[in-house]
T-cell receptor
């Protein structure tokens, strides 16, 4: 159990377009999901915390109008990168925390390349 | 806020030797400390975790120790194998509904056959 999927696994888009990434917990409910960004050979940087049915909490320096997060159900959170630019190119990983536990399970990540 | 320091950044060991990775944290309120293993291009996988009411936890070749007073915790891998080669991240958080994981910068472990 505790499988998290992410879609798409990779995406290439033109500068100025928007990209939506989905994160799903397949076999458990997650009241809280997290979105991370990871640059090559670097650690995971928390972007925002997504709570089901409420607004996301963004980390300092993360533009909430650029990175739109929606957590409409206990198994789905989405991250939309709006008006993407080349500097937004990165590896985006979500994680989901099982209800009533502390353990976070990670999705496989989405490689975003903005041309 | 919480700050997690991890050392070393790279570690190379011979197959069969032990590997130790150390982390320190700054927030004494943190009480949950997981370790993740990430292979190149893949998702981080939880390998072991420890809570502040425990000083040590073992799972086969992997163990984690926690010193709350000194605010540091360590990952110990014994009898290393080439498949242990990966980047390892420590993290710290507070349990509860807003317990965000704060990650260390990672340790690239290379196990040479």
């Amino acid at each position: 159990g505790a499988v998290v999927s992410q879609h798409p696994s990779w995406v290439i888009c033109k500068s100025g377009t928007s990209v939506k990434i989905e994160c799903r917990s397949l076999d458990f409910q997650a009241t809280t999901m997290f979105w991370y960004r990871q640059f090559p050979k670097q650690s995971l940087m928390l972007m925002a915390t997504s709570n089901e049915g409420s607004k996301a909490t963004y980390e300092q320096g993360v533009e909430k109008d650029k990175f739109l997060i929606n957590h409409a159900s206990l198994t789905l959170s989405t991250l939309t990168v709006t008006s993407a630019h080349p500097e937004d190119s990165s590896f985006y990983i979500c994680s989901a925390r099982k209800v009533q536990t502390d353990t976070q399970y990670f999705g496989p990540g989405t490689r975003l390349t903005v041309l | 806020g919480e700050n997690v320091e991890q050392h070393p950044s790279t570690l190379s060991v011979q197959e069969g030797d032990s590997a130790v990775i150390k982390c320190t944290y700054s927030d004494s309120a943190s009480n949950y400390f997981p370790w993740y293993k990430q292979e190149l291009g893949k998702r981080p996988q939880l390998i072991i975790d420890i809570r502040s009411n425990v000083g040590e936890k073992k799972d086969q070749r992997i163990a984690v120790t926690l010193n709350k007073t000194a605010k540091h915790f360590s990952l110990h891998i014994t009898e290393t194998q080439p498949e242990d080669s990966a980047v390892y991240f420590c993290a710290a958080s507070m349990t509860g509904s807003q317990g965000n994981l704060i990650f260390g910068k990672g340790t690239k472990l290379s196990v040479k056959p």
